[in-house]
């Protein structure tokens, strides 16, 4: 559709009377100059309807994230002023400004949140609830992991009947709400301690804590913590910077740090050793350069994929590159693969069996996940969660499918199942599949 084409059905869809039914209703509550938004822009005033909407239901949080996004389209003075005073509508300024220690409020989209420490600077506030709570007949979800900065422009109050029900919830409950201000102070503490080290805060509204300080150019060290539940993490390193602003605004995140290393916090006395090892860290490589960082990271884990080759190699797998493969017959093979993602420095690590001369489609596949999530910070495992998630993978899928003659792997469903050839490669291979699927059909 050319520009023209989107501008005349724009208009068509902005005249329509369903829409200027809605449109009044704005106009009503926002002032009639609404209609001066954004002069014959009808595509414009169409997507900041939704913005409008949120803000006509108090859904302030909503309506922020939408309209913001139209300040480029504002041309003229007049809609500047306009959008200005839709802007401050969203920002619930005067009311939070009345906000406490202790108060809930809420986000619709992000859940409950209760004022944990407020300042001249700053407001800590922490997630209890997603934002699932209120419509679920039984209390769920319970977060108590989400702690952030914030000037509550975007929140609003919680409800009292909502209030009622988080209080019954935590009196039914009270290892939930033990659980929820755990470590809070401590976390508050380290942040403190941090930021009196000549290291700035950054501001990224999806992380607990995220600090950063400059070293040589292009590099930096990360320090980010996070409160795990049953202990706070503190994960540290260096980074090659590839955007400062960005670095400004969101920090690092803990699987892009480069050169990366963690420690586990639960007493004060926990606080001084970590303390101390991240010094260490710092102090190692401080004078590295941005190569040097990337030089050791490599370093690091090419010792790690050297550990998964010593547990492979007395089965008979011969590595290349991230892959180790073990012949099957003449035709087919076993293969682990420590398969590197593509949006950040983690691996997942997946089984399957394929022919040697075409990889794809797979007879056989499947991912390993000892962890819930599938995906592995690689720098951060521990010999022992790394010989675990090995020893998984060995005995509960490598060895049976090696200890089973080759020929009679079709017996087991869990192998044919998975192939995704149609059988268009595996006929010899999968020869009894059509008599399971015939024994199962009896």
Avoid at 32 to 57: Q, T, V
Avoid at 244 to 251: A, P, T, V
Avoid at 280 to 288: A, L, N, P, Q, R
Wanted: with cysteine; charged share 30%; net charge neutral.
């Amino acid at each position: 559709m050319t520009e023209e084409q989107m501008k005349i059905v724009s208009k068509q869809l902005f005249i329509r009377a369903e829409f200027q039914k809605k449109w009044n209703k704005y106009r009503k509550a926002f002032g009639k100059d609404l209609d001066e938004l954004f002069c014959d822009d009808y595509h414009a005033k169409i997507r900041i309807s939704e913005g409008l909407e949120h803000l006509l239901n108090n859904r302030l949080s909503e309506a922020y994230h939408v309209i913001r996004h139209f300040e480029s389209d504002c041309i003229t003075d007049t809609d500047k002023q306009i959008f200005d005073r839709l802007i401050s509508l969203c920002l619930n300024e005067e009311e939070m400004a009345r906000a406490k220690v202790g108060d809930w409020v809420k986000q619709s989209h992000g859940g409950y949140y209760q004022i944990i420490k407020r300042t001249s600077d700053y407001v800590v506030i922490k997630r209890a609830f997603d934002h699932k709570f209120v419509y679920a007949k039984q209390s769920v979800n319970v977060d108590g992991f989400a702690i952030k900065l914030t000037d509550l422009k975007t929140y609003q109050f919680v409800e009292k009947e909502d209030i009622l029900r988080i209080k019954n919830f935590f009196k039914s409950n009270p290892n939930e709400e033990e659980d929820f201000l755990r470590y809070t102070d401590m976390m508050l503490s380290l942040r403190e301690k941090i930021l009196n080290t000549n290291f700035k805060e950054a501001e990224w509204e999806f992380r607990q804590f995220g600090f950063y300080r400059c070293t040589l150019e292009k590099v930096a060290f990360i320090v980010n913590l996070k409160d795990e539940g049953d202990h706070i993490s503190v994960i540290y390193g260096y980074t090659s910077i590839v955007d400062q602003d960005h670095l400004k605004n969101y920090g690092e995140d803990n699987s892009n740090i480069k050169l990366r290393f963690c420690s586990v916090v639960k007493t004060e006395q926990d606080q001084m050793a970590v303390a101390s090892d991240v010094k260490k860290v710092y102090d190692t490589y401080f004078d590295k350069s941005k190569d040097e960082i990337l030089s050791l990271k490599k370093e690091r884990q090419k010792q790690f994929l050297q550990k998964i080759a010593e547990k492979l190699k007395p089965l008979g797998f011969k590595k290349k590159n991230a892959k180790w493969t073990r012949a099957l017959d003449s035709d087919f093979c076993l293969e682990f693969e420590a398969q590197k993602s593509r949006w950040s420095d983690e691996y997942y690590f997946n089984i399957s069996i394929y022919h040697k001369d075409i990889q794809y489609p797979q007879c056989y596949g499947t991912r390993l996940n000892t962890n819930r999530k599938g995906i592995y910070n690689w720098q951060l495992m521990t010999d022992e969660e790394l010989n675990c998630l090995l020893d998984v993978a060995i005995q509960s899928f490598l060895m049976p499918i090696i200890n089973t003659p080759f020929a009679e792997l079709g017996k087991r469903k869990e192998i044919w199942q998975g192939c995704t050839c149609s059988r268009n490669k595996c006929n010899t291979c999968w020869v009894h599949k059509n008599l399971w699927e015939e024994n199962e059909a009896k």
